[in-house]
């Protein structure tokens, strides 16, 4: 427990430069280190910030999930901090996802966009937790009532995802299916290499976001405390 | 189970003395048909199979504003708060709510499957439809009551619900659809929407009682 506290406590230390040089390698291997793909060319490589973004995101509202559990379990309002910083940069990779997705849909597909499953279900993933931010930003930060309120809307939104999917896979799918995350990577050794990094880079990024946050979250909250000491302590 | 009739018979009263509410929510939905009915007549001549569509986004809209314009009154004398304090669990004032507000919405969706009928001059009250009418209405009625009922306040409760709401609820808007269209036989499909129809509505119902004491728990 202490040596895990002590490692918390070198955050901003270790995060920044691990992340840099993730990212930094990142661009070399996606840019000039990995072959060209022979059917879709250049534009494949967009795959390399694609599919970890879509894994942060899966990241980040999975710990979303977690800290609303929390809120609603043990009253603690710093799990309140947590849900909001993780949901805040969930929605953000949601939104790369999506947007590296369209342009890597253009020259592939024809069209930047199609009422696929995995399309469908990741902008309706976007839409839940973009609402979750907006009804968290129109109440106080520290109200609590609203937090609990906001808690039970995120663990919805997560438990609906199986629904989202199931629904929008037996509806249809164009979206091609994972050659990765099995058995026999489908993918050669030097590309797989290169977005074993890629995700890397980016999950220690989408860290170090959720991380700072959840201290800007908490510092909000800390300071309404604090405002609300002073006017107590100016009427007495 | 006297408590859970107790809330019923309460809300049912308040939404008879208050009929402005679900009247708006009914003539909401009556006018979304006949915009529909008619925008689509001058697109296309064969509006049959847009007709799943139509029926599904009414049901949904109005069933988004019933809930918002439902609780408004509640939350704003206080009853809401009342009811939590007295020595009842939240539970059961969850079970009474959620039965008040599926009267009330199935008494609107009848109404509109007969304005349907008419105008789109297919046969809509068929055993199977009423069905999957009111699976997809057990669906979605309980997690809008879940939001509706709790939110922060009067004001940011009208515009946030249909933001929250919607998202969450289009598997069921899908599986809905689909299955609409299956027994009017527009659009066929192996898949069993029906079947997915009825386990979101149990799923729904079920996480929305878990959930409610805890949201509201002071």
Do not use: C
């Amino acid at each position: 427990m202490r040596t895990a506290n002590r490692v918390y406590g070198l955050r901003w230390v270790l995060l920044p430069p691990l992340t840099g040089m993730g990212i930094l390698a990142m661009l070399v291997g996606a840019v000039v280190a990995a072959p060209t793909e022979l059917v879709e060319g250049d534009v494949q490589r967009l795959m390399y910030i694609h599919v970890p973004s879509a894994q942060a995101m899966y990241l980040a509202f999975g710990i979303v999930f977690v800290a609303s559990i929390m809120v609603l379990w043990k009253r603690d309002m710093r799990w309140d901090a947590v849900a909001r910083g993780a949901a805040s940069v969930g929605v953000l990779f949601t939104a790369f996802a999506l947007v590296t997705g369209s342009l890597w849909g253009k020259p592939i597909w024809g069209v930047y966009w199609q009422w696929d499953a995995r399309l469908t279900s990741t902008l309706v993933l976007f839409l839940v937790y973009a609402a979750y931010l907006l009804a968290r930003a129109v109440s106080d930060p520290g109200d609590e009532q609203a937090a609990r309120y906001s808690a039970v809307y995120a663990i919805v939104g997560f438990l609906d995802v199986p629904f989202i999917v199931m629904s929008v896979r037996w509806w249809r799918t164009l979206h091609p299916q994972p050659i990765v995350s099995r058995l026999d990577p489908q993918l050669p050794g030097s590309m797989l290499a290169v977005l074993g990094i890629s995700t890397l880079a980016i999950f220690l990024l989408a860290l170090w976001l959720i991380l700072l946050r959840t201290d800007t979250e908490r510092l909000g909250q800390r300071l309404l405390g604090l405002r609300a000491a002073v006017d107590r302590r100016e009427e007495a | 189970m006297n408590a859970t009739f107790a809330v019923v018979a309460k809300d049912l009263r308040l939404a008879w003395r208050d009929r402005a509410g679900w009247l708006t929510a009914g003539a909401f939905a009556t006018i979304s048909i006949l915009i529909y009915s008619f925008a689509f007549d001058l697109a296309t001549n064969d509006v049959r199979p847009l007709l799943p569509g139509v029926l599904w986004t009414t049901f949904l809209f109005a069933g988004v504003f019933a809930a918002g314009a439902g609780f408004q009154r509640e939350a704003e004398e206080g009853t809401f708060d009342a009811m939590l304090l007295s020595p009842v669990s939240p539970t059961v004032i969850f079970l009474g709510k959620l039965i008040s507000s599926l009267i009330a919405l199935i008494a609107i969706e009848f109404a509109l499957l007969i304005a349907a009928t008419i105008l789109f001059d297919e046969p809509l009250l068929t055993p199977e439809l009423v069905a999957i009418v009111m699976l997809g209405t057990a669906g979605y009625a309980s997690l809008t009551t879940l939001l509706g009922t709790l939110g922060s306040g009067p004001r940011t409760r009208a515009v946030l619900l249909p933001v929250m709401a919607l998202p969450l609820l289009v598997p069921m808007l899908i599986a809905a659809v689909r299955a609409t269209g299956g027994s009017l036989g527009i659009f066929g499909g192996d898949a069993p929407w029906t079947l997915l129809l009825a386990v979101f509505a149990l799923w729904s119902t079920l996480t929305a009682i878990i959930l409610f004491p805890l949201a509201v728990e002071r």
